[in-house]
Each structure stands twice: as structure tokens, then as C-alpha cells.
């Protein structure tokens, strides 16, 4: 089982690939992946671009939300019937969330 986590925050920092060379790298993860998980507290483009690339492609897609104070889940990802989203508070809390979401899918 392959499971791709991503954030929105850059493992490429200071380091000049290129653009397409990220893209493409990235896409290529997506599509070797049979899962992905994303961290979608802080809103991203580039993480919004990669959840829709997995639901067209059929992968379970795990949203991670932690509520904050002035800051509310994008109705693109809560709305989507084909993400589970899934809030919590404490890192603790995301063994139990990873179990439930592996068990449904």
C-alpha cells in the first residue's frame, strides 16, 4: 500500500528544479500512490489542484482540518462527496482517523 501525504509546505526549498520538473515529479507520486492524505488546514492551491487529480483518478482521498479560529474548510473540499474530511486537534488524535479511513477504503 502506497499513501501520499502532502502539505503546504514545500520540500523543495532552496532547491531550483523547475516548475514542471515538481509537477510532473509530483504527479508521478499521485499516480504510484493507492491513497493520498492531505494536511488542508492552510489553504493551497497546489494541494486543492492535487485532491481534484485524485478524485478524477478514483483514489480515497483523507482531508486533515483543524479547526482554527477565522479560518473555515473551503465548501470545494467539505462539499466533495468523494474526499473524507476528517477534523482534529492534536496529532495524537490522527492514528485513530488513519485506522477508521484505511478500514473504509
Known amino acids: ?3 501520499l501525504v502532502i502539505t503546504a509546505v514545500p520540500s523543495d ?3 531550483d528544479i523547475g ?3 515538481i509537477h510532473d515529479r509530483d504527479l508521478d507520486w499521485l499516480k504510484d500512490s493507492d491513497y493520498l492524505v492531505a494536511e488542508v488546514t492552510t489553504p493551497s492551491l497546489g494541494v486543492g489542484y492535487e485532491i481534484a487529480k ?3 483518478w478514483g483514489k480515497p482521498v483523507l482531508c486533515l482540518y483543524r479547526p482554527e ?3 473555515s474548510l473551503s465548501a470545494m473540499v467539505s462539499g466533495c462527496s468523494a ?3 476528517r477534523e482534529y486537534q492534536t496529532p495524537a488524535e490522527l492514528t ?3 485506522e477508521e479511513f484505511l478500514r473504509e477504503n
Request: hydrophobic residues 40%; aromatic residues 4%.
Open 69 to 71: 479560529n477565522g479560518r
Open 13 to 15: 526549498i532552496g532547491v
Open 1 to 3: 500500500m502506497r499513501c
Open 54 to 56: 485524485a478524485t478524477e
Open 19 to 21: 516548475d514542471e520538473k
Open 96 to 98: 485513530q482517523i488513519f
Open 83 to 85: 474526499v473524507t474530511v
